[in-house]
């Protein structure tokens, strides 16, 4: 069983920096695309950040400049540090992986999501 946990959400100052962690666990092959998303009171989910196993990264126009994705393979875990937060950059945040598997000898690739955190930026 594939598993995501998220860790580092918290309360923020405005202007302050925060850093999440997101590790898979279980029985796979390969992750291939790791992400972060996020969802306010009230609004849809939104990529916040997605990172390809080889390190190319996409950002959300809101967190450009501030936001930097990362990823460790060997340890199957996947980083977002944010700086300057803003009050709207309150949410929850939301890991996600594109993860190859198999099971009962039939492979197979599908999307995992953590848990979620709560980020809440705010004096």
């Known amino acids: 069983q594939v598993r995501l946990v998220e860790s580092g959400g918290g309360l923020v100052q405005p202007g302050g920096s925060l850093r999440l962690s997101c590790a898979a666990s279980g029985s796979m092959f390969s992750i291939n695309a790791m992400g972060w998303y996020r969802q306010a009171p009230g609004k849809e989910r939104e990529l916040v950040a997605q990172?390809?196993?080889?390190?190319?990264?996409n950002y959300a126009d809101s967190v450009k400049g501030r936001f930097t994705i990362s990823r460790d393979n060997g340890k199957n875990t996947v980083y977002l540090q944010g700086n300057s937060l803003k009050p709207e950059d309150t949410a929850v945040y939301y890991c996600?992986?594109?993860?190859?598997?198999?099971?009962?000898?039939?492979?197979?690739?599908?999307?995992?999501w953590g848990p979620g955190t709560q980020v809440t930026v705010s004096s």
């Open positions: 996600n992986a594109n993860i190859r598997a198999v099971l009962d000898l039939v492979p197979y690739v599908r999307d995992y």
């Open positions: 990172i390809t196993s080889g390190g190319s990264t």
